[in-house]
């Protein structure tokens, strides 16, 4: 990681500048270090320069021995300038070394700058497309409710109708158990009659056929005493015709009535053939009364809808 120069870091330069024969600037320390902001270098060269003074005082009275002779001054100088070339050295070597090392932060540095800024972009990217897909999430999500809502209106209204049909379904259900009554009270009447109709002409055809044996015998005892009574035999004819005239003419009368008791019967028969086919007529009729209501029930939801009445 990159780290920002130190105040002894400064000082350090400006010493190595002042060696080699140059004046310690601001643009002279920065570019002797490689890095460094101007006024963080500013501010610790402004100490150095304080510190200056004292330090060459201290130096020269280091160097400056009492009563010391000149050869040992003079060696004391040579030596004191090869410490500060060993120390400038291992500082120069130092400052090499964490120059490099600083290249090497700010390439890191660099290298992770480009990969931030490579995964913002994508981040970007990728909020962009959540952002549209959220604002289409949105659009599908206010379509769907509207249906939802359409629905809904759409099933209240069913609900209605299907209120409105089950009151109707009972209204008719009452009155075909009504008409059913009615026609079950028809029929027993029918049967009822159509058994006394039955029964009377059963006795009506006993007595012709009473009748008819009746005249028969009387025939034949007529035709004993014409063999026996050939003397009263033109009066005996004539009262045997009067006589067979007379049973004709019942005989007549029994089978016009007889006649008259069918067509009676035949009558009842059709009677209650009508009132049988009556349930299907009904039947056909609410049939026909539905599909009329349903349509009357259509267009009224076409005028409603045209209309724009909910």
């Given at each position: 990681?990159?780290?920002?120069?130190?105040?002894?870091?400064?000082?350090?330069?400006?010493?190595?500048?002042?060696?080699?024969?140059?004046?310690?600037?601001?643009?002279?320390?920065?570019?002797?270090?490689?890095?460094?902001?101007?006024?963080?270098?500013?501010?610790?060269?402004?100490?150095?320069?304080?510190?200056?003074?004292?330090?060459?005082?201290?130096?020269?009275?280091?160097?400056?021995?009492?009563?010391?002779?000149?050869?040992?001054?003079?060696?004391a100088g040579e030596w004191w300038e090869r410490a500060l070339e060993a120390a400038r050295a291992e500082c120069t070597q130092a400052l090499a070394i964490e120059r490099s090392t600083l290249l090497k932060d700010h390439e890191a540095l660099n290298e992770e700058r480009a990969r931030l800024a490579v995964e913002s972009s994508a981040l970007r990217a990728e909020l962009d497309a959540a952002?549209?897909?959220?604002?289409?999430?949105?659009?599908?999500?206010?379509?769907?409710?509207?249906?939802?809502?359409?629905?809904?209106?759409?099933?209240?209204?069913?609900?209605?109708?299907?209120?409105?049909?089950?009151?109707?379904?009972?209204?008719?259900?009452?009155?075909?158990?009504?008409?059913?009554?009615?026609?079950?009270?028809?029929?027993?009447?029918?049967?009822?009659?159509?058994?006394?109709?039955?029964?009377?002409?059963?006795?009506?055809?006993?007595?012709?056929?009473?009748?008819?044996?009746?005249?028969?015998?009387?025939?034949?005892?007529?035709?004993?005493?014409?063999?026996?009574?050939?003397?009263?035999?033109?009066s005996v004819e004539r009262r045997h015709r009067d006589q067979l005239e007379t049973a004709r003419v019942a005989t007549a009368d029994i089978q016009q009535e007889l006649a008259g008791q069918r067509a009676r019967a035949d009558g009842l028969e059709a009677q209650l053939e009508s009132l049988r086919n009556l349930p299907i007529a009904l039947e056909a009729a609410l049939r026909t009364q539905n599909s009329a209501g349903a349509k009357v029930e259509r267009k009224k939801t076409k005028i409603r809808s045209g209309s724009g009445t909910p």
């Open positions: 990681m990159a780290r920002g120069i130190t105040e002894t870091d400064v000082h350090i330069a400006a010493d190595e500048l002042v060696a080699a024969g140059e004046r310690p600037t601001v643009e002279r320390i920065r570019a002797h270090l490689g890095t460094g902001s101007p006024n963080t270098v500013t501010r610790h060269l402004e100490t150095w320069w304080q510190g200056l003074g004292r330090r060459l005082h201290v130096q020269h009275v280091r160097l400056a021995v009492p009563d010391a002779p000149e050869v040992v001054t003079a060696l952002r549209h897909s959220l604002q289409v999430a949105q659009v599908q999500a206010t379509e769907q409710q509207r249906l939802i809502d359409q629905l809904q209106h759409q099933t209240r209204e069913l609900a209605q109708q299907r209120d409105v049909a089950l009151a109707r379904s009972k209204e008719l259900e009452v009155a075909r158990e009504a008409l059913q009554g009615h026609l079950q009270r028809a029929e027993d009447s029918a049967r009822a009659e159509r058994e006394s109709l039955t029964q009377h002409l059963r006795a009506t055809e006993d007595r012709a056929h009473a009748e008819v044996d009746r005249a028969r015998q009387e025939a034949k005892e007529l035709s004993s005493k014409l063999s026996t009574l050939a003397k009263e035999r033109a």
